[in-house]
């Protein structure tokens, strides 16, 4: 490991001088954090994770993306280095992960984000600026897959999937070990595939019927409004001006027996396991866990799901596939799994390192490895 590269630089007390100087030898590696910054439309989440995945120190800022990018770096970094003088003396900055839309996991930039007023921005770049340390970025959904894989309930598996159920449906897939990236940085948009023909529901996307516009807070809420207009059945949604209508009162409907209510999340389990099934075939998952705030419903989400991800698969394949909550606690997600991100990002360099070990076999052509 090439120290001297790792240690932190910048502004902050004790910039400059990592604890291998100060101790003449390398620091303890439970004393390393990673910087974890979750970057939303409004606020941005950040704070200093170890490799247990504890969160030491967290604050938050305001996003702000109609001031150019370089200010909200300017900002972030500002606020980010007044958190860890509280931590540097006893800890050194490893590495940052970063969770923000639209990122291109192979060249850590976003591209043409839906929710930022930014066009294009190089985050390894914005990030370079301030800090010397290997960076690692991902979608937020790419990067709750890491933070499961990691720190939650994907702990000791090789191949799940995650659905991040919140405004709109994220997923993030894990096969053999690995975050799938696809072939352009950006697989895993699960909430694009339509839940049967194209037909239905606008999505933002520009298509008709996609899973997101059915199963995610904002599908549960559409559906229930349709029932209400299809149905006579009395319900006490119907006392529940439009604008009020979210997926928690709906959860707390549902939760006092409203038969509206059941049936908004009989029907989106049912939407959302069928289209589960046909994932499992692909990858041959050992689980899907459901993250974000409508998979907080538990039961009355899950049951009708997995009845119909069990009811769409093949008879030979039934009963394999488990369907789990997130193992993340809650309120450190994000920043956890953008500290994920950076832990797995500095294990793949420890392992792309050549080792020492290894003696040339003159039988063998000699190969370059390349550095990442
Ligand atoms: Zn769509």
Redesign the pocket.
């Known amino acids: 490991m090439n120290w001297p590269e790792w240690r932190s630089s910048g502004p902050w007390p004790g910039a400059g001088v990592s604890m291998m100087e100060a101790w003449g030898g390398p620091v303890d590696p439970s004393a390393q954090l990673v910087l974890g910054i979750d970057l939303g439309g409004t606020k941005t989440a950040f704070g200093y994770v170890d490799r247990a995945g504890l969160c030491h120190a967290r604050a938050a800022i305001p996003t702000d993306s109609a001031l150019p990018a370089a200010q909200f770096f300017g900002r972030l970094h500002e606020q980010a280095a007044a958190l860890w003088s509280n931590l540097a003396g006893e800890h050194e900055l490893a590495g940052i992960g970063m969770a923000a839309p639209d990122v291109n996991g192979l060249t850590c930039a976003i591209e043409h984000p839906t929710n930022l007023k930014w066009e294009t921005v190089d985050l390894r770049a914005e990030l370079g600026r301030y800090y010397q340390v290997p960076i690692a970025a991902a979608n937020d959904a790419n990067a709750v897959a890491v933070g499961e894989l990691r720190f939650g309930a994907g702990r000791g598996m090789r191949d799940f999937i995650v659905i991040t159920l919140g405004t709109g449906l994220g997923s993030g897939i894990v096969a053999n070990g690995e975050l799938v990236l696809g072939a352009d940085g950006k697989a895993g948009e699960l909430?694009?595939l339509p839940v049967a023909e194209r037909s239905g529901r606008e999505?933002?996307?520009g298509?008709l019927g996609?899973l997101?516009?059915y199963a995610s807070a904002t599908g549960i809420t559409r559906t229930a409004t349709e029932l209400l207009a299809q149905r006579r059945a009395p319900s006490a949604l119907r006392a529940i001006p439009f604008d009020r209508l979210t997926s928690l009162v709906l959860f707390e409907q549902a939760r006092a027996g409203d038969p509206l209510a059941l049936e908004a999340f009989e029907i989106t389990g049912r939407i959302l396991g069928a289209k589960l099934a046909d994932l499992a075939l692909v990858t041959r998952p050992e689980a899907f866990i459901l993250f974000g705030g409508l998979a907080g419903a538990g039961e009355l989400l899950f049951n009708p799901t997995r009845r119909a991800l069990e009811e769409n698969l093949p008879p030979f394949y039934r009963g394999r596939t488990q369907l789990l909550a997130s193992g993340i606690p809650g309120a450190d997600a994000a920043i956890l799994g953008a500290g994920a991100m950076a832990w797995d990002h500095l294990g793949k360099r420890e392992n792309a390192r050549p080792s020492t070990e290894v003696k040339s076999r003159p039988d063998l052509p000699v190969l370059n490895v390349l550095q990442p």
């Open positions: 909430g694009h999505c933002g996307c298509l996609c997101e516009t």
